[in-house]
């Protein structure tokens, strides 16, 4: 089964900083999803890919096909951007349970 | 409508209660999928559904667990002689594509409490 690994679990940093956000997953996809949740809010999606970069105002998705890795990156981060946030893989062969999820990382942005 | 619709969005019951929770995708979205998120837990899938069939029903955690989805549309969630560990909110995505191909949109969930 193909697993979903998240790192860091846990990040707090100050207003302003790079943040960096990394999956990795085990077998063949044929997307990868980021996903945020604010405290107490719904889900949102970010950014879906199967190849290559992403950039949507100061969120940026990377995925390396190879390596069977993806970054989110946030510039300029804001206490706004306080959140989990999720990876999810669809496996290549249209896996019959849709979404593998990671287990999120958690996000605090200190002002 | 505009957006994942679902309904109740708070629910209480007994132990040992029957519990239905509806989900509403958005207009022409094929693909839909059930989640449930226990108190500061991660995402467990459910089931998914791909028009009106759902070609695994393995992740749904007991024989107590069942839903269905008819005219490709609406879907129903039934929880039978609920349990104080189904506790959790119940998350319902919808998208376009199939196999989690296509950019998803959720709703804002059913909160469901059992005493």
């Known amino acids: 089964k193909n697993e979903v690994e998240q790192s860091p679990q846990n990040l707090t940093a100050q207003e302003g900083e790079f943040i960096t956000i990394n999956c990795s997953y085990s077998v063949g996809i044929s997307a990868l999803h980021w996903l945020q949740q604010h405290p107490g809010g719904g889900i949102v999606s970010l950014f879906m890919l199967s190849s290559g970069k992403k950039k949507h105002g100061r969120l940026i998705a990377t995925i390396n096909i190879q390596e069977k890795h993806s970054s989110l990156h946030i510039t300029a981060s804001h206490p706004r951007d306080s959140a989990v946030y999720i990876c999810?893989?669809?496996?290549?062969?249209?896996?019959?349970?849709?979404?593998?999820f990671g287990k999120g990382t958690h996000l605090i942005i200190q002002p | 409508g505009a957006g994942v619709s679902q309904s109740p969005s708070n629910k209480v019951t007994e132990k040992g209660k029957d519990v239905e929770l509806r989900c509403d995708p958005i207009s022409g979205h094929t693909a839909l999928y059930w989640y449930r998120q226990s108190l500061g837990q991660g995402l467990e899938f459910l089931i998914y559904?791909?028009?009106?069939?759902?070609?695994?029903k393995s992740g749904l955690p007991s024989d107590r667990f069942s839903a269905e989805r008819t005219g490709g549309s609406v879907s129903t969630l039934t929880i039978q002689r609920t349990q104080q560990e189904d506790s959790a909110v119940y998350l319902c995505a919808s998208s376009r594509g199939q196999g989690g191909a296509g950019e998803l949109f959720f709703g804002e969930g059913s909160r469901l409490t059992v005493l």
């Open positions: 999810a893989v669809a496996y290549s062969g249209g896996g019959a349970d849709g979404l593998t």
């Open positions: 559904f791909q028009g009106n069939s759902a070609p695994d």
